[in-house]
């Protein structure tokens, strides 16, 4: 892997584009094992610059100087509460703007590198609903109230930022309420913008900022916050997904650079890429264990110097994640959670007055009905609930899609109002001969065989499709970031209410665009609910598979198509 040059799959692109899609994702998927998505490093360092310069310093320049601070002398405001409530502000700025998480080529968006506001701000993109029973709200196109409402937004978010603090020391509790009001009533409207803002975690944060005018109760509920998102995402590991996400990232890290630590994540490359013992441990040991039991001795250690051993795993925990690069690359949103370790629990331990039994017995109540409320429903009904909500991040286990073009009808899409192309065309701006944008996409379907929803969406794309070998198959996270400018691994986000949406302007024939999509896998079931939607059509049919058959498959299926329990159909099998 070169500075300025990706590394690229050792294929003739002419002869390899011709080769069957299993065989491609057998040689796509090996060579993701020691090389990931072969980024340049110069993609990194790009990274690693805005993570530095535009996120953290301008916001502690900006979070210090507006409060009385001077930003060169952090041990003045390291533990001030009101830097950290303005740390929440300036991340929910760069998420609303589309620079922070889900930004640049890890996350599909090529040129232009950013989605976000220029997605949003302009009327006629796609705007999706997330209830149709609310008032107000029809259509899927973006209009000028919508655009109104979302530059609204950033001006409310904005706005705190350069308030002055109250007698207590803290932001006056107003100051966000147009922020909490725009955000829900832009989330009524469009789902993507509230998503975007990670309005699951930051709205709540937002809303304990206006209520409690306590600085106790309000540092409590902010530590229960913080907890329940830990707790959630650990929760949301155990079952038979999360391992087979910890390979593949590990593959994809920049800074592990000796190819035989990649390999041993896997069990006999390459023969068998199935995630190894070293990666069970890494996945349930580093991962489960870690989420699970490091915040609760977080949230109830009396002790300093355990406090502090526990904040310091937790900043190691997400600089790990940070040293991954994910694709939805999460980047910021793990430096706030490493620094809220250290401000919440160090800065304001429970000896001190700030522990869970020292606030108030009511609000106590209420902050964790609401907090536990939709990561329970998320997990009994996945379909109800976005993953986000379902505090399920990093699990594996999450709802996703493969689009399957007919030859030439992925140029559909650009008749499709939006500010940026199809990716292999992006590629293709950026410098990219043709056939090796069409790899390098390819990479990106590879990544998702590696996964175990994976298998199962190529298993159905073989059973539906036999000119398959000849479409253009494409991951759908990176269409949808190309189609409403956001993705953050959310299947919900690429459903069949996009694609109707996405219909309405492309106008696919019958067979053109087939679309296999599957749900998260509730809590207490075993396997995984699955549509296969024409774009002309609708939904054609819907069925089951076992996890169990999907997870101990090959990514490139060599015993053919997993097991499939259709539950009903309405039509014949597809293909154009």
């Not at 072969?38 to 100087?65: N, Q, W």
């Not at 489960?288 to 039991?293: G, Y």
Request: glycine fraction near 8%.
């Amino acid at each position: 892997m070169g500075f300025t040059k990706p590394s690229l799959p050792p294929v003739d692109p002419e002869t390899f584009l011709r080769k069957p899609l299993m065989e491609r994702m057998k040689v796509l998927s090996l060579h993701w094992v020691e090389n990931g998505f072969g980024t340049p490093r110069m993609v990194h360092v790009v990274y690693i610059v805005k993570l530095v310069v535009l996120y953290a310093f301008g916001g502690i320049l900006i979070a210090t100087t507006t409060s009385d601070l001077s930003p060169w002398h952090p041990d003045r405001w390291w533990d001030q509460p009101i830097v950290y409530q303005k740390a929440i502000l300036w991340t929910v700025l760069l998420e609303t703007l589309g620079i922070a998480g889900s930004w640049g080529p890890l996350a599909g968006k090529f040129k232009p590198m950013t989605g976000g506001i220029l997605f949003w701000a302009r009327p006629g993109t796609i705007r999706l609903r997330p209830w149709r029973r609310v008032p107000v709200t029809a259509g899927d196109a973006r209009t000028r109230v919508d655009v109104v409402l979302y530059l609204a937004l950033l001006v409310a978010v904005a706005a705190p930022l350069f308030s002055s603090a109250d007698d207590r020391g803290l932001l006056h509790r107003g100051a966000v309420v147009p922020a909490i009001v725009l955000l829900v009533l832009n989330g009524l409207r469009d789902k993507t913008v509230f998503l975007a803002a990670r309005g699951e975690q930051y709205l709540p944060a937002l809303v304990f900022f206006a209520v409690f005018s306590s600085p106790v109760d309000l540092i409590v509920a902010l530590k229960l916050l913080i907890v329940a998102v830990w707790v959630g995402a650990g929760f949301s590991k155990f079952g038979k997904h999360f391992a087979n996400v910890v390979p593949p990232m590990v593959s994809n890290s920049p800074g592990v650079v000796l190819k035989w630590i990649k390999r041993a994540h896997y069990r006999d490359f390459p023969r068998d890429i199935r995630p190894s013992r070293v990666a069970d441990l890494m996945a349930h040991i580093g991962g489960t264990t870690v989420e699970i039991l490091v915040p609760l001795v977080l949230l109830f250690s009396t002790n300093r110097q355990v406090t502090i051993a526990a904040v310091a795993v937790m900043v190691v925990f997400h600089l790990f994640i940070i040293s991954t690069f994910p694709l939805a690359v999460p980047l910021e949103w793990n430096v706030l959670f490493g620094y809220a370790a250290i401000i919440l629990f160090a800065g304001f331990p429970a000896q001190d007055g700030y522990g869970v039994g020292d606030m108030s017995t009511g609000w106590l109540i209420a902050v964790l009905a609401g907090l536990l409320f939709f990561p329970v429903l998320g997990n009994l009904r996945p379909d109800l609930v976005s993953f986000l909500p379902s505090m399920r991040q990093y699990s594996g286990n999450w709802a996703s899609a493969l689009w399957a073009f007919a030859p030439g009808a992925e140029q559909k899409l650009d008749r499709v109002v939006r500010p940026s192309a199809n990716q292999v065309d992006q590629l293709v701006a950026f410098g990219y001969e043709q056939k090796w944008a069409d790899v390098t996409m390819q990479q990106v379907i590879a990544w998702r065989t590696m996964h175990s929803q994976g298998r199962g969406l190529f298993s159905l794309l073989l059973r539906h499709l036999p000119d398959i070998d000849t479409r253009d198959v494409r991951e759908a996270e990176f269409v949808c970031n190309s189609l409403i400018g956001f993705n953050f691994g959310d299947g919900h986000l690429h459903d069949e209410s996009m694609i109707a949406a996405v219909q309405r302007q492309a106008q696919f024939e019958p067979g053109e665009l087939i679309v296999v999509w599957v749900e998260s896998q509730p809590v207490h079931k075993d396997h995984q609910a699955y549509k296969v939607i024409d774009a002309a059509l609708g939904v054609i049919e819907r069925g089951t598979w076992k996890v169990a058959d999907a997870v101990n498959e090959q990514p490139w299926l060599p015993n053919g198509p997993i097991p499939l329990n259709v539950t009903w159909s309405a039509s014949p099998r597809v293909s154009a």
